[in-house]
């Protein structure tokens, strides 16, 4: 396979070793839990699902073909058609920091793509159903629902493609994405979480709708201690709208506790509905996102 400018060959040779994992029943699971991370392990057969591009033929059932003329392919009894949601926030607030002489990995949305970009390529190893969508931004920015290793370079080139535009209603479009995003499964979203109508409503509606969720909360290391200092102007990126601020160390230390109180009161409102949080700055490595954090919380193993 060709190589992503989003990553190398020797970090897609350590994700293909995952796979993600739902641990409640979900819909559109062949039956009980999820027993196994291996494919097609058991000989006894289970259930049927529709062909999608990029299935193995060998998994077709000829006879039902010949019969219906329509692809089908057998899952056995160890498998589980898990369906994967991907959701990126790409409001402008996401592409930061602006200078073009900051390192590429500090990046918040270069960050949070090639988090998007890894994911994707897990579950497409696993054969899993993924759809992967950008929240806001220039419009449409999505790929599938597809399934398959066939499909992985689709994938990413769709992830290296997403642009940041204006400003993301987060909670609305979360609420619009689990009305209208198919069938429930792991949803995980990623976000700086920097949104006029917050994240609650648009989780809790995920919720509802039957998905297993996590939030990947992701800041650059000068949103967490700011350098700045004096008389300023501060302009919010997406609106253009501005406020005239007077920063000394009293001012960075009341950002930063309010700050710790903000990620704190996520964490709880997260922990008492089952969500799934990570927060992140991007000076940490992103794969250590998906090999460390993500496998401590269950949702890889």
């Excluded at 309010?258 to 964490?267: D, K, P, Y």
């Amino acid at each position: 396979m060709a190589e992503s400018t989003l990553f190398d060959e020797k970090t897609l040779r350590k994700l293909e070793q995952l796979a993600l994992v739902a641990s409640q029943v979900r819909a559109g699971a062949i039956k009980g839990e999820r027993r196994s991370t291996k494919r097609g392990t058991s000989i006894e057969f289970a259930d049927y699902r529709n062909y999608t591009r990029g299935d193995d033929l060998r998994r077709v059932d000829w006879n039902i073909f010949a019969r219906l003329e329509r692809p089908f392919i057998k899952l056995l009894e160890e498998e589980e058609d898990l369906a994967v949601h991907l959701l990126l926030d790409a409001s402008a607030s996401m592409d930061w920091p602006r200078d073009p002489g900051a390192p590429s990995a500090a990046h918040k949305f270069t960050f949070a793509r090639r988090l998007l970009a890894g994911l994707g390529y897990i579950a497409l190893v696993s054969g899993d159903r993924l759809s992967v969508r950008a929240l806001g931004g220039p419009a449409p920015q999505q790929w599938g629902p597809g399934r398959g290793r066939g499909r992985i370079l689709e994938v990413l080139g769709a992830v290296e493609e997403f642009r940041t535009a204006g400003e993301t209603a987060l909670s609305a479009s979360l609420r619009a994405y689990a009305l209208r995003g198919g069938r429930p499964g792991l949803c995980i979203v990623i976000s700086d979480l920097f949104s006029p109508d917050g994240y609650a409503d648009g989780l809790t509606a995920l919720l509802g709708r039957g998905h297993e969720v996590a939030l990947i909360h992701v800041l650059s290391p000068d949103e967490v201690n700011p350098p700045l200092a004096g008389d300023l102007r501060l302009v919010d990126v997406e609106t253009a709208s501005g406020q005239d601020v007077s920063v000394d160390d009293s001012m960075r230390d009341l950002y930063r506790r309010r700050l710790v109180a903000w990620r704190e009161s996520i964490q709880v409102y997260c922990a008492a509905r089952g969500v799934h949080y990570v927060p992140v700055e991007t000076s940490v490595p992103w794969e250590e996102v998906i090999l460390y954090q993500l496998r401590r919380l269950g949702v890889v193993r």
